[in-house]
C-alpha cells in the first residue's frame, strides 16, 4: 500500500559524500550540490492514510448525507404541515377537498416515493418519525419552544431586514442610474492621440470586434433654434433612427424617425485633389445636391444646356474665367466620361449624374475649335443660366459647401476673381465681386468656450480674420432638399420653447447647425447652416438641458467629415469589458454606465456586508438562547433518554431525536424570520412612499431580497441549528440506560 511504499523509500540507505585526502597532486573537488533536508514524519504519514482515518472520514461524510437527508425530510415534513392548515381555512377548505385524490394519486406517490430515497437505511427508526417526534416535543413545551424559535425569528429577520434594505437601495439608485439595455453599450470617442479620428473606417473596424452587435454613430454640434424673436442654443445630435431605437431612450410622445444607413453615413473622402466625392442612393433627377465654387480646364469649352440631361438642348458654349464661377449642383441624367456622372442611383437603379448649375457667360460654336462671344443688342457678351456636366471642371471641394448663393434665374451673374475684358461689362465690378469670396487667408476665430458631458464644444465666433485683418463672415450652409427635417426633442426643450408636451408631436421649430473644424477639418472659417424648420416626431424624458436629435443624414450632408462619437452595443452585458478593452487597444477612449453600476455595487456590496454583520450579532444571540433551551431541555428529558434507550433505540438514533429538534428550531426560525424581515422592509417601503408622494416622487421600494438570499437564509439557520444541537445530542447519547432511569 501507499504507507508500505513510502516506508521503503524513507527506510532507503544514502551514503555520504566523503572528500579523500591524497599524497600526491590534489585533483579536482567534485562539487556536491545540497538539496534543503525535508524530514518526514512516518507516523503521522501512517496514521493519515491509516483504516481509522478512512474509517473516520467515512463515518463525517455518513454524518453529512444524513444531515442532508434529514434536510429534505424536513422541508418536506414543513410542507405537509403547511397544506394541512391551509385546508383548515373554511375558506380554502372546499379547494383542497376537491384535490384531495390528485394529491394522494400523484403527488402523494410521489412524496412517498422521495421520504424513501432519503431515509435509505434500513432498519432503526426512521428520521421521519424522529422528525415527527420531534415537534412532538415541541409542543409539549409550547412557551419555550415559541420564545425560542422567535428570538432565533429574530436574529434571521434583522439579517433579512437590513440585506434587503442593502439590496434594495442598490437597485433603486441603479436604476436612476442606468437601464438594463444601458449595461451594454459603451460610448466611443476620441483618445490622446491627435492622428486618431472617427470616421467610417473607423466604425467598420469597430464593428468587426467579436461579441459588438452595433456600432451607432454619432455626430454632436450647437444649434441655434429661432423662436419668439429670440435665438437660444441646444445641444443638437445627428443619429440614425436604429441609435434612438437602440438607446434606452425613455419616450413620452410620438414616434422616432427612421433613417436608412447608406444615405446617413459620411462621404467617402478620396485623395484625389483632397476632393470629397459623396455617394448616395435613392436620389431624384432635380435634386439639389450643394453650392459649389469652381472652374474649367484651360483651352476646353462645355456645353451649356437647359436641362440637366444630355438630350437637353444646348444654350451655347462656356470656358475658363480667371477667379471661376459659383453655383449649385443638382442631380440628373448619368453620362459618361466622368466618374461624377454615374455617382447617383434613383429609386429604380438608374445611375445619375452630378449637373452644375449657374449662369454662365455664352460662348457660340463656328466650326471645329471655333468659338465666339454671343453678344446681345448692345453688343455685351449675353449670359445665360443653365447646367453644366461636370467633366473637365476643377471644383473647390474646400468651400464647395458653404458658399452663400440663392438659386434664382434673375441673380447678378457674378465671376469670381479677375474678370476677362468681355466679362467687365457685367453688372457686377471685379472688385465688388472678389468682396463676397471668402479670403484666403481667412482662418477660423472660433473660440471653445466649454464641452459638455455629452462632448458638445460650446464656441463664441470671432469677428476678424487671422492675418489679414479682415472680418471673417460666418458662411452659410445650405441643407439639401433630401433632407428628413424631422426631430426627437426632450421635455428641457419644449419647456425652452413655451409648448405643451401634448400638443408638441407635429410642431415645428426653426434651427441653424454651428459647424466647427473639429467635424470638418477643411473648414478655414466660422459656418453655419442656413435656417430650416423641423418637424418634432417624438418627446423623450431624459435631459435637463435642452436636447435635439436629428437624422444624421441631415447632418452629414452640410459637409461633415468625421463623427463626433460612437455608441457601441454589445451582445452580451458579459462581453462588455473584454470589447471595451479592444477599443482602447485602437486607440480611442471608452465610456460606460456600466462603470458607475459597478462602483454602485462594490459600495453597496460593503454596506450589505456591514449590515449583515450587525444581524449576525442578532443572530448569535437566538442561537445561545436555542444552545441553553437545548441544554434544559436534555436534563430534563435524561429519564425519558434512559427509556428510550431500555426500549432498544440506539445512542445515534438518540443523537438524531436530539438534532431534529435543533434543527426544526433552525429552520422554523428562519422562515418566520425571512417573513418577518420582508414585511419589516415593505413597512419601511410604505413609509418612505408616503412621504415621497407628498413631495411628487412617487411610490419608492427600498426592499428587495433576492431568491438565491432567501435559500442562503434558509440553509444557514438549518446549519446554526444543527451547529447548536450538536453538545446537546452528543451528552445525551453519553448517558448511561441505567442511570438515566434512575435519575430524578
Same mark, same amino acid.
Given at each position: 500500500?501507499?504507507?508500505?511504499?513510502?516506508?521503503?523509500?524513507?527506510?532507503?540507505?544514502?551514503?555520504?559524500?566523503?572528500?579523500?585526502?591524497?599524497?600526491?597532486?590534489?585533483?579536482?573537488?567534485?562539487?556536491?550540490?545540497?538539496?534543503?533536508?525535508?524530514?518526514?514524519?512516518? #507516523?503521522?504519514?501512517?496514521?493519515?492514510?491509516?483504516?481509522?482515518?478512512?474509517?473516520?472520514?467515512?463515518?463525517?461524510?455518513?454524518?453529512?448525507?444524513?444531515?442532508?437527508?434529514?434536510?429534505?425530510?424536513?422541508? =418536506?415534513?414543513?410542507?405537509?404541515?403547511?397544506?394541512?392548515?391551509?385546508?383548515?381555512?373554511?375558506?380554502?377548505?372546499?379547494?383542497?377537498?376537491?384535490?384531495?385524490?390528485?394529491?394522494?394519486?400523484?403527488? +402523494?406517490?410521489?412524496?412517498?416515493?422521495?421520504?424513501?430515497?432519503?431515509?435509505?437505511?434500513?432498519?432503526?427508526?426512521?428520521?421521519?418519525?424522529?422528525?415527527?417526534?420531534?415537534?412532538?416535543?415541541?409542543?409539549?413545551?409550547?412557551?419555550?419552544?415559541?420564545?425560542?424559535?422567535?428570538?432565533?425569528?429574530?436574529?434571521?429577520?434583522?439579517?433579512?431586514?437590513?440585506?434587503?434594505?442593502?439590496?434594495?437601495?442598490?437597485?433603486?439608485?441603479?436604476? @436612476?442610474?442606468?437601464?438594463?439595455?444601458?449595461?451594454?453599450?459603451?460610448?466611443?470617442?476620441?483618445?490622446?492621440?491627435?492622428?486618431?479620428?472617427?470616421?467610417?473606417?473607423? !466604425?467598420?473596424?469597430?464593428?468587426?470586434?467579436?461579441?459588438?452587435?452595433?456600432?451607432?454613430?454619432?455626430?454632436?454640434?450647437?444649434?441655434?433654434?429661432?423662436?419668439?424673436?429670440?435665438?437660444?442654443?441646444? !445641444?443638437?445630435?445627428?443619429?440614425?433612427?436604429?441609435?434612438?431605437?437602440?438607446?434606452?431612450?425613455?419616450? !413620452?410622445?410620438?414616434?422616432?424617425?427612421?433613417?436608412?444607413?447608406?444615405?446617413?453615413?459620411?462621404?467617402?473622402?478620396?485623395?484625389?485633389?483632397?476632393?470629397?466625392?459623396?455617394?448616395?442612393?435613392?436620389?431624384?433627377?432635380?435634386?439639389?445636391?450643394?453650392?459649389?465654387?469652381?472652374?474649367?480646364?484651360?483651352?476646353?469649352?462645355?456645353?451649356?444646356?437647359?436641362?440637366?440631361?444630355?438630350?437637353?438642348?444646348?444654350?451655347?458654349?462656356?470656358?475658363?474665367?480667371?477667379?471661376?464661377?459659383?453655383?449649385?449642383?443638382?442631380?440628373?441624367?448619368?453620362?459618361?466620361?466622368?466618374?461624377?456622372? @454615374?455617382?447617383?442611383?434613383?429609386?429604380?437603379?438608374?445611375?445619375?449624374?452630378?449637373?452644375?448649375?449657374?449662369?454662365?457667360?455664352?460662348?457660340?460654336?463656328?466650326?471645329?475649335?471655333?468659338?465666339?462671344?454671343?453678344?446681345?443688342?448692345?453688343?455685351?457678351?449675353?449670359?445665360?443660366?443653365?447646367?453644366?456636366?461636370?467633366?473637365?471642371?476643377?471644383?473647390?471641394?474646400?468651400?464647395?459647401?458653404?458658399?452663400?448663393?440663392?438659386?434664382?434665374?434673375?441673380?447678378?451673374?457674378?465671376?469670381?476673381?479677375?474678370?476677362?475684358?468681355?466679362?467687365?461689362?457685367?453688372?457686377?465690378?471685379?472688385?465688388?465681386?472678389?468682396?463676397?469670396?471668402?479670403?484666403?487667408?481667412?482662418?477660423?476665430?472660433?473660440?471653445?468656450?466649454?464641452?459638455?458631458?455629452?462632448?458638445?464644444?460650446?464656441?463664441?465666433?470671432?469677428?476678424?480674420?487671422?492675418?489679414?485683418?479682415?472680418?471673417?463672415?460666418?458662411?452659410?450652409?445650405?441643407?439639401?432638399?433630401?433632407?428628413?427635417?424631422?426631430?426627437?426633442?426632450?421635455?428641457?426643450?419644449?419647456?425652452?420653447?413655451?409648448?405643451?408636451?401634448?400638443?408638441?408631436?407635429?410642431?415645428?421649430?426653426?434651427?441653424?447647425?454651428?459647424?466647427?473644424?473639429?467635424?470638418?477639418?477643411?473648414?478655414?472659417?466660422?459656418?453655419?447652416?442656413?435656417?430650416?424648420?423641423?418637424?418634432?416626431?417624438?418627446?423623450?424624458?431624459?435631459?435637463?438641458?435642452?436636447?435635439?436629435?436629428?437624422?444624421?443624414?441631415?447632418?452629414?450632408?452640410?459637409?461633415?467629415?468625421?463623427?463626433?462619437?460612437?455608441?457601441?452595443?454589445?451582445?452580451?452585458?458579459?462581453?462588455?469589458?473584454?470589447?471595451?478593452?479592444?477599443?482602447?487597444?485602437?486607440?480611442?477612449?471608452?465610456?460606460?454606465?456600466?462603470?458607475?453600476?459597478?462602483?454602485?455595487?462594490?459600495?453597496?456590496?460593503?454596506?450589505?456586508?456591514?449590515?449583515?454583520?450587525?444581524?449576525? !450579532?442578532?443572530?448569535?444571540?437566538?442561537?445561545?438562547?436555542?444552545?441553553?433551551?437545548?441544554?434544559?431541555?436534555?436534563?430534563?428529558?435524561?429519564?425519558?433518554?434512559?427509556?428510550?434507550?431500555?426500549?432498544?433505540?440506539?445512542?445515534?438514533?438518540?443523537?438524531? =431525536?436530539? =438534532?431534529?429538534?435543533?434543527?426544526?428550531?433552525?429552520?422554523?426560525?428562519?422562515?418566520? +424570520?425571512?417573513?418577518?424581515?420582508?414585511?419589516?422592509?415593505?413597512?419601511?417601503?410604505?413609509?418612505?412612499?408616503?412621504?415621497?408622494?407628498?413631495? +411628487?416622487?412617487?411610490?419608492?421600494?427600498? #426592499?428587495?431580497?433576492?431568491?438565491?438570499?432567501?435559500?442562503?437564509?434558509?440553509?444557514?439557520?438549518?446549519?446554526?441549528?444543527?451547529?447548536?444541537?450538536?453538545?446537546?445530542?452528543?451528552?445525551?447519547?453519553?448517558?448511561?440506560?441505567?442511570?438515566?432511569?434512575?435519575?430524578?
Amino acid at each position: 500500500m501507499l504507507s508500505d511504499l513510502l516506508d521503503t523509500q524513507l527506510d532507503s540507505p544514502v551514503e555520504p559524500a566523503i572528500a579523500e585526502k591524497t599524497s600526491g597532486p590534489k585533483p579536482l573537488e567534485k562539487k556536491h550540490w545540497h538539496l534543503p533536508k525535508f524530514t518526514f514524519d512516518r #507516523s503521522k504519514i501512517r496514521k493519515f492514510f491509516s483504516k481509522e482515518t478512512i474509517l473516520r472520514l467515512e463515518e463525517e461524510g455518513k454524518v453529512v448525507l444524513s444531515l442532508l437527508s434529514f434536510f429534505g425530510l424536513l422541508m =418536506l415534513f414543513l410542507g405537509e404541515m403547511f397544506l394541512k392548515a391551509l385546508g383548515r381555512v373554511k375558506v380554502l377548505k372546499g379547494a383542497f377537498e376537491s384535490t384531495e385524490k390528485f394529491w394522494s394519486s400523484r403527488m +402523494g406517490k410521489m412524496s412517498e416515493k422521495i421520504i424513501d430515497r432519503l431515509e435509505s437505511r434500513e432498519g432503526g427508526v426512521r428520521r421521519s418519525f424522529l422528525i415527527a417526534l420531534a415537534f412532538r416535543n415541541m409542543k409539549a413545551k409550547k412557551t419555550r419552544s415559541f420564545v425560542t424559535v422567535g428570538g432565533m425569528g429574530v436574529g434571521i429577520a434583522a439579517i433579512v431586514f437590513l440585506v434587503s434594505v442593502g439590496y434594495g437601495l442598490q437597485n433603486l439608485v441603479v436604476s @436612476r442610474v442606468a437601464r438594463l439595455e444601458e449595461l451594454k453599450m459603451a460610448d466611443v470617442t476620441l483618445g490622446q492621440s491627435a492622428n486618431i479620428r472617427i470616421d467610417n473606417a473607423a !466604425v467598420q473596424s469597430i464593428e468587426n470586434i467579436p461579441n459588438v452587435a452595433k456600432v451607432l454613430p454619432v455626430v454632436s454640434l450647437v444649434g441655434k433654434v429661432s423662436f419668439g424673436g429670440g435665438v437660444s442654443e441646444s !445641444v443638437v445630435h445627428g443619429v440614425t433612427g436604429d441609435y434612438l431605437a437602440g438607446a434606452g431612450l425613455n419616450k !413620452v410622445k410620438g414616434e422616432y424617425f427612421e433613417t436608412e444607413a447608406k444615405t446617413a453615413l459620411l462621404p467617402d473622402i478620396r485623395v484625389a485633389g483632397a476632393t470629397t466625392v459623396w455617394q448616395s442612393e435613392n436620389a431624384r433627377v432635380g435634386a439639389r445636391i450643394r453650392n459649389v465654387v469652381f472652374n474649367i480646364e484651360p483651352e476646353t469649352y462645355l456645353r451649356v444646356r437647359a436641362e440637366p440631361n444630355t438630350k437637353s438642348e444646348i444654350i451655347g458654349y462656356v470656358r475658363r474665367v480667371e477667379g471661376g464661377y459659383e453655383g449649385v449642383e443638382y442631380w440628373g441624367e448619368g453620362y459618361a466620361g466622368s466618374d461624377r456622372g @454615374r455617382e447617383g442611383k434613383d429609386g429604380e437603379g438608374n445611375e445619375l449624374g452630378r449637373w452644375i448649375k449657374a449662369p454662365y457667360p455664352i460662348w457660340d460654336k463656328k466650326g471645329i475649335d471655333d468659338y465666339e462671344p454671343l453678344y446681345d443688342s448692345e453688343r455685351i457678351q449675353e449670359w445665360r443660366e443653365g447646367y453644366v456636366a461636370e467633366l473637365d471642371l476643377l471644383v473647390d471641394e474646400d468651400a464647395s459647401s458653404y458658399v452663400a448663393w440663392e438659386d434664382a434665374t434673375d441673380r447678378t451673374p457674378n465671376v469670381l476673381g479677375e474678370a476677362t475684358e468681355s466679362a467687365q461689362v457685367a453688372t457686377a465690378s471685379a472688385s465688388q465681386i472678389a468682396s463676397d469670396l471668402p479670403s484666403p487667408e481667412a482662418t477660423i476665430t472660433a473660440t471653445i468656450v466649454g464641452t459638455d458631458e455629452q462632448g458638445v464644444e460650446w464656441v463664441t465666433l470671432g469677428d476678424e480674420a487671422s492675418g489679414a485683418g479682415a472680418i471673417a463672415e460666418v458662411m452659410i450652409v445650405d441643407l439639401p432638399e433630401s433632407a428628413q427635417r424631422q426631430a426627437v426633442v426632450n421635455r428641457a426643450f419644449l419647456e425652452l420653447l413655451g409648448v405643451d408636451i401634448n400638443d408638441a408631436v407635429g410642431s415645428t421649430f426653426e434651427i441653424a447647425f454651428v459647424i466647427l473644424n473639429t467635424l470638418k477639418p477643411d473648414l478655414d472659417r466660422p459656418a453655419e447652416s442656413s435656417l430650416a424648420k423641423y418637424v418634432v416626431q417624438a418627446v423623450i424624458e431624459e435631459g435637463n438641458a435642452p436636447i435635439i436629435y436629428v437624422p444624421l443624414g441631415d447632418i452629414t450632408s452640410l459637409g461633415i467629415s468625421n463623427y463626433s462619437q460612437a455608441k457601441l452595443i454589445v451582445k452580451d452585458k458579459s462581453d462588455l469589458a473584454k470589447v471595451r478593452q479592444q477599443v482602447d487597444n485602437l486607440g480611442y477612449k471608452t465610456a460606460s454606465v456600466a462603470d458607475t453600476v459597478a462602483q454602485i455595487d462594490k459600495l453597496f456590496g460593503t454596506a450589505r456586508a456591514v449590515l449583515a454583520t450587525f444581524g449576525m !450579532v442578532a443572530l448569535a444571540v437566538a442561537s445561545l438562547g436555542m444552545f441553553n433551551t437545548l441544554t434544559v431541555s436534555l436534563m430534563e428529558r435524561t429519564r425519558e433518554v434512559g427509556v428510550m434507550k431500555a426500549m432498544g433505540m440506539q445512542s445515534s438514533e438518540v443523537k438524531e =431525536l436530539f =438534532l431534529a429538534e435543533a434543527m426544526v428550531m433552525g429552520i422554523l426560525g428562519g422562515i418566520f +424570520g425571512v417573513l418577518a424581515g420582508w414585511i419589516a422592509g415593505k413597512m419601511l417601503g410604505v413609509i418612505l412612499s408616503a412621504f415621497a408622494v407628498i413631495k +411628487g416622487v412617487g411610490y419608492v421600494d427600498v #426592499s428587495y431580497i433576492p431568491p438565491l438570499f432567501v435559500i442562503f437564509v434558509l440553509v444557514l439557520s438549518f446549519v446554526v441549528g444543527v451547529v447548536t444541537g450538536i453538545y446537546p445530542a452528543r451528552r445525551a447519547t453519553k448517558i448511561s440506560a441505567l442511570d438515566a432511569l434512575r435519575y430524578e
